[in-house]
């Protein structure tokens, strides 16, 4: 089946820090990719995604690339600021028909302080 | 603010009982899905519907069901709750009327956060 991995949180960062965070999946054909983002008491809300093999999706300065050939789609973001500290998550849907369903990795929680 | 409405934001209930979770999505949106988020589970996709019909299920418990109405919006029920039913429960909508719903961007509600003792 399909599943995704995430690196263990917590990840703690000064502002204005390099961001990385490490997701993989497993699927059969070609996924979508997604990262979502959940702040303190909220729902979930993308902050970006890729349907196809190299596209970069990009969103409030973060970037992530669909590398097919390594099963990846890491999370970058240059700066980070206090406001980004959150729970980060990355999913991934398969791409078929009206029937989609997301599955999604475990979560990192980012803390970014002053 | 997503557009999707969820009611009621927090139910709290004792073992044993029914309750039903209410979800409105996104105008024009066809397609809704439920999610549970618990600690030791994390963030599960249970069931999606488009246009009143069932299109795809995930591990959702036989004392679980979901239906959506023809105004859209839906309703999961969960009945003979137990102490591991208490979770977060999301709903997302998506548009998902081309062919590759899974390129679909989904929209979550704020989740209903069910306590059960």
């Known amino acids: 089946g399909n599943s995704v991995t995430q690196m263990e949180g917590p990840v703690t960062l000064s502002e204005e820090a390099f961001l990385t965070i490490n997701c993989t999946y497993t699927a059969t054909g070609y996924p979508s990719l997604f990262w979502y983002v959940q702040y303190p008491g909220e729902g979930l809300q993308l902050l970006l995604k890729a349907t196809k093999a190299d596209d970069k999706g990009s969103n409030k300065g973060f970037e992530a690339t669909y590398r097919k050939e390594t099963t990846s789609f890491h999370l970058e973001k240059g700066s980070v600021q206090v406001s980004d500290s959150a729970v980060y998550f990355c999913a991934l849907s398969p791409n078929t028909g009206t029937a989609s369903k997301l599955t999604f990795g475990t979560g990192t929680r980012l803390q970014v302080t002053l | 603010d997503s557009g999707v409405t969820q009611t009621p934001k927090h139910l709290i209930t004792a073992t044993g009982q029914r309750v039903t979770l209410r979800c409105s999505p996104r105008s024009g949106d066809l397609s809704v899905y439920w999610y549970q988020q618990s600690l030791d589970q994390g963030l599960q996709f249970l069931i999606q519907?488009?246009?009143?019909?069932?299109?795809a299920k995930g591990n959702i418990l036989e004392r679980f069901s979901a239906q959506q109405f023809p105004d859209l919006h839906s309703e999961l029920n969960l009945s003979s709750l137990e102490l591991g039913d208490s979770a977060l429960y999301f709903c997302?909508?998506?548009?998902?009327?081309?062919?590759?719903?899974?390129?679909?961007?989904?929209?979550f509600g704020p989740g209903t956060r069910l306590t059960v003792l």
């Open positions: 997302a909508s998506s548009v998902a009327m081309s062919g590759r719903a899974g390129t679909d961007t989904q929209y």
């Open positions: 519907y488009y246009n009143g019909e069932e299109r």
